[in-house]
């Protein structure tokens, strides 16, 4: 910690001089009397004053939370030294609060502990370390000040809020290993699909009973065996949208966190690519470790500004596996991530787009022509969803209010009616 | 983002300084229109620093309300002025309230306790300067001991200004990383 004398160590050594000097001067001791107390607190504290040793640590009572969550954080202060003043500001990200205030004020004896709690309160997910702090320590009289910062210690890890759903992301294509998408082929399932006669090679346990004993021939049950599938989510950061703390990019974290919960709970292999200034990516996988990895890998996802042209091209290729089921979230702003979906989809993706909508945060304006640019921006988002939808584009709106769950059915009813459409 | 405490040493600051100012303007008799003026310009200066955040303001302010202070005290040739003493506290109490103002601007957690053991120095600074002063002016101005109280009184003086050149001169304090 630096020790530095306060401004008030200068001003008070110069007034008393000033006053004793005129009181000597002129041979009036009342003058001297004016600076009287300036002298005795420049001596008394220079008498006191000392050079301070401090100890800090941090704890916090739950190093993971829920976005909304309050958690408690213990400052534990040792000084063998002691010190009469002590403030400690915690430096908060903007996404912790704390509603008790940011700081506190000790004074310890000397060879005192001192513990104190300060509530934090996560207002939005993601990796914060709260702990970090600037301590400033006075002597009793206040003519010195010794200032230090104190390095973070564990992080916080605030997970957003847990959006539950009930429907998988109906993939077109799945994959030779079982899971739980019925597939359209035939095979050994439980799924029943139709009945047929019996074949050589048949197994017996497939033989159909009661159809065999109606004709006279034996018939067999056909199934639909039950397979698992490929999911990429393509997390868009090149640009977000939003009021404070509340932003397109929340909706998307918390819809990939939805989905990678529920996918993964159901065998399927799952990746994801945070697309945006900084490209991150996690490659397929299944299970609760690889539910662990995509969640660590979204939390810390931020839009990273840059003017970079990026193409499709940048996406490495383990994380885009072959036949895989690609669901964008995606506000739809930045011309960069609509191309690259359009040209996923292009290139024969089976291609889902979760719009987590901006309208919600844009208002248009009081003037005429403000108003009527913001229709106009409406007009031409709505051009960007015809022109992916033509493009065979699966594209459902998620707004704040609304659960996912009933944007999600809109998906699935859409890509139910597009593979109408196509047969 | 003030700190509730910041705001209430800033306008306690502001209240004394211009208290101090009106009485010693009241007490200045024919110089009155000076003294008021040098009064009045400290209140504002000091007004401007702890409501800006200027502490390099505040030591200025303080010397000129203490400059009009002095002008008072020397006008009187003939009367001895004991309530030098109080002018005196007034103005390190002003001075105090200002950089406690300044120094805590943002809001703190401050238990009662730590607030009044951090106030009963001042407080002590205080009624010891004032004990102090009223002893050595007493001495300084005996008839029998005038000459010994006033030599005593210029030691002291003279003292006092060596502690202080000595202080400056050591400059900065040792500081540790």
Redesign the interface.
Known sequence: MERRATPRLTAYAGIAGVTLLAAVAVDRPELALLGLPFAVAVLVGLGLSREVEIGISFALTDSVAIEGDDVDLEVTVRSPTGVAWLEVHLDLPPAVGAPGGPGLVLSLGPGDRVTRSVTLHCARWGVHRPARAHLVAYDRMRLFVQRGRVASSAPLVVHPPAERLRELVRPARLQATAGSHISRLRGDGIEFAETRPFAPGDRLRSVNWRATARRDELWVNDRHPDRNADLVLLLDTFTEAGIGLDTTLDLAVEATIALATRHLGAHDRLGIVALGGVLRWVVPGLGTKQLQRIVEAVLVAEVVRSEADKTVDIIPVRGLPPRATIVALSPLIDPRSIGIIGELAARGFDVAVVECSPAPFTVPGKRPTEAVAHRLWLLERDAVRARLRSAGVALTTWERGTPLAAAMDELTTWRRRHRVVVR | VRSRGAIVAAVAAIVLAAATAVVLAVAGEELRGLVAYLGGFATVMLGFAVVAGV??L??PA??TI?VA??VT??LHHDV??VD??A???A??LV?ELA??SL?GR??????G??LL??IA?VLA??L??AA??VG??AV??DAHGAGA??EA??L???L??V???A??ARG??????
Do not use: F, K, N, Q
């Open positions: 502490p390099m505040v030591a303080i010397t203490t202070a002095g005290v020397v001895v002025r030098a003493v002018a005196g506290i103005i390190y001075a950089y406690r120094e943002e809001p703190l957690r401050v238990d306790a730590v053991a951090h120095p600074i205080s010891g300067s102090a002063g050595l002016l300084a101005t109280g006033a009184i210029g002291l003086a003279a006092g200004v502690v202080v050149v202080m400056l900065r304090p040792p500081t540790r990383g």
